[in-house]
């Protein structure tokens, strides 16, 4: 949005001719600082081709869900109603992941029925959950364990979520328990260590820090983790004086990380 002139103007359009068309209030969202936005994350991190999920949280407009899809992004929800949103957007089930403390059992059986990319599990008794709904259905259901790295993202205490205070993840002794129950589970495929840090986060060395812990714990687990889920949203930029997150920087710890890992652990 800028003034043009003294009038607000978004996209070049007055918006007060909005207002008076649509009424007030309405809500309005640039279509090209949305286009530009994914695509600059997308070139930054083409390298190892990620599969970016869209948090559905932070908007569930369905029209605006159904443009990024065409993107071809994927899906993080938390709850049985943003998987409904993400699903009724056209988004490929095998771009879903299900992530959030707390889920019922019927959310977790709609999400098996589903048959979405993962279940990211917060907890030994989820994980437990999970295991017997699977069973009763006679199905192999792909899940993750959301690890709780313990590492501080230098945000706002209330939206920091991977400092062991905060409710979200296990902590290492839990995450490699998991694992091997996981492993023992006829109806369980551990596919994916998950982890999400916090929100707004505008310095990549909380990235780091992250990575580092992980790539420890995974060595520890000798499995072999189909996808890695970074989390921590990227911060955005309010003003002309605010940092704005390295993308580049970033890309070099990941990319450091996914070389250091699969060295490692021979995958
Ligand atoms: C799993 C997960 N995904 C997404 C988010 C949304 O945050 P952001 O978009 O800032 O990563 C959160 C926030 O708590 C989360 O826990």
């Given at each position: 949005m800028k003034y043009i002139k003294k009038i607000l103007t978004i996209e070049k359009v007055k918006v007060r001719d909005i207002a008076k068309k649509f009424d007030t209030p309405t809500y309005c969202y640039s279509y090209n600082q949305l286009k530009k936005n994914i695509n600059d994350f997308k070139k930054n991190f083409e390298s190892f081709s990620p599969l970016i999920c869209f948090a559905i949280k932070s908007n569930t407009n369905v029209n605006l869900i159904r443009e990024i899809k065409k993107f071809g992004l994927g899906a993080d929800v938390v709850s049985i109603g943003e998987l409904m949103m993400a699903l009724k957007a056209g988004?490929?089930?095998?771009k879903i992941v299900f992530s959030g403390v707390g889920k019922t059992s019927k959310e977790i059986a709609y999400a098996i029925d589903k048959k979405?990319?993962?279940?990211?599990?917060?907890?030994k008794s989820e994980i437990k959950e999970i295991d017997r709904i699977a069973k009763n259905k006679k199905k192999k259901v792909q899940i993750g364990i959301r690890l709780n790295?313990?590492?501080?993202?230098?945000?706002?205490s209330q939206i920091?979520?991977?400092?062991?205070?905060?409710?979200f993840g296990v902590n290492e002794k839990t995450f490699l328990e998991l694992v091997n129950y996981c492993t023992g589970s006829?109806?369980?495929?551990?596919?994916c260590l998950s982890v999400h840090i916090g929100s707004?986060?505008?310095?990549h060395k909380p990235y780091e820090k992250m990575l580092n812990v992980i790539d420890k714990i995974i060595v520890k687990t000798k499995h072999n983790f189909e996808f890695i889920d970074l989390g921590g949203g990227m911060g955005i930029s309010y003003g002309d004086n605010n940092k704005k997150l390295s993308y580049t920087k970033y890309n070099i710890a990941i990319k450091k990380f996914l070389k250091k890992t699969l060295y490692k652990n021979n995958f």
């Amino acid at each position: 949005m800028k003034y043009i002139k003294k009038i607000l103007t978004i996209e070049k359009v007055k918006v007060r001719d909005i207002a008076k068309k649509f009424d007030t209030p309405t809500y309005c969202y640039s279509y090209n600082q949305l286009k530009k936005n994914i695509n600059d994350f997308k070139k930054n991190f083409e390298s190892f081709s990620p599969l970016i999920c869209f948090a559905i949280k932070s908007n569930t407009n369905v029209n605006l869900i159904r443009e990024i899809k065409k993107f071809g992004l994927g899906a993080d929800v938390v709850s049985i109603g943003e998987l409904m949103m993400a699903l009724k957007a056209g988004i490929n089930p095998k771009k879903i992941v299900f992530s959030g403390v707390g889920k019922t059992s019927k959310e977790i059986a709609y999400a098996i029925d589903k048959k979405i990319l993962l279940i990211n599990a917060e907890s030994k008794s989820e994980i437990k959950e999970i295991d017997r709904i699977a069973k009763n259905k006679k199905k192999k259901v792909q899940i993750g364990i959301r690890l709780n790295p313990n590492t501080d993202a230098n945000t706002l205490s209330q939206i920091s979520t991977g400092k062991k205070e905060n409710k979200f993840g296990v902590n290492e002794k839990t995450f490699l328990e998991l694992v091997n129950y996981c492993t023992g589970s006829k109806n369980i495929s551990l596919k994916c260590l998950s982890v999400h840090i916090g929100s707004q986060i505008l310095d990549h060395k909380p990235y780091e820090k992250m990575l580092n812990v992980i790539d420890k714990i995974i060595v520890k687990t000798k499995h072999n983790f189909e996808f890695i889920d970074l989390g921590g949203g990227m911060g955005i930029s309010y003003g002309d004086n605010n940092k704005k997150l390295s993308y580049t920087k970033y890309n070099i710890a990941i990319k450091k990380f996914l070389k250091k890992t699969l060295y490692k652990n021979n995958f």
